[in-house]
């Protein structure tokens, strides 16, 4: 178990659906704010390309801070376990493929994550203890209005069929000053 992982578990243990983490930067103030996803699901990625459903994030009143500045914002996705069920070989991903986090009401789009060729390599009837996705593309100009951002992952390929991740949910990653 990740570092980032933990660090999720422990104060979604605490603050439920919102979590808040103090970061030392010199007295400036700053600060991260963390918002779980909608619920978890279960994506099973073929060898037909398509575009997968992940758990929506919903932005609410209390997860806006004004008079603050949004000085990064970023998505996290948690994988609990990543299982081959074909049984005809290493499965993992096939070709990029891009996480894209959609507005509520102006429904601008931004590629939120880009999966990488090979990731979520399993072995032949394998099972993976998951992953963590930690985002590194800032997303802070996509986040202006509250209701429920949705998340799609277009176009997500596997070189067998089925590669499937259990307990998928997502967060947003706000940091704050």
Do not use: C
């Amino acid at each position: 178990m990740t570092f980032k992982s933990r660090l999720m578990g422990a104060l979604r243990s605490l603050f439920g659906r919102r979590g808040f983490v103090e970061v030392d930067n010199g007295g400036g103030g700053a600060f991260v704010h963390i918002v779980s996803g909608n619920g978890v699901a279960d994506v099973t990625v073929s060898t037909v390309a398509g575009n997968k459903s992940l758990p929506g994030v919903t932005i609410t009143a209390t997860d806006m801070f004004p008079g603050k500045t949004l000085l990064y914002a970023r998505l996290v996705v948690k994988i609990r376990t990543i299982v081959e069920t074909s049984s005809a070989g290493v499965n993992k991903m096939n070709g990029a493929a891009n996480i894209r986090l959609t507005q509520p009401i102006a429904l601008g789009t931004v590629t939120a994550y880009q999966t990488q060729d090979d990731e979520f390599r399993v072995s032949s009837g394998g099972e993976s203890g998951g992953d963590v996705l930690v985002g590194w593309i800032d997303i802070k100009a996509y986040i202006t209005e509250l209701g429920t951002y949705a998340l799609d992952w277009l176009n997500a390929t596997a070189d067998r069929s089925n590669l499937v991740l259990y307990d998928v949910t997502t967060f947003l990653e706000m940091t704050w000053e």
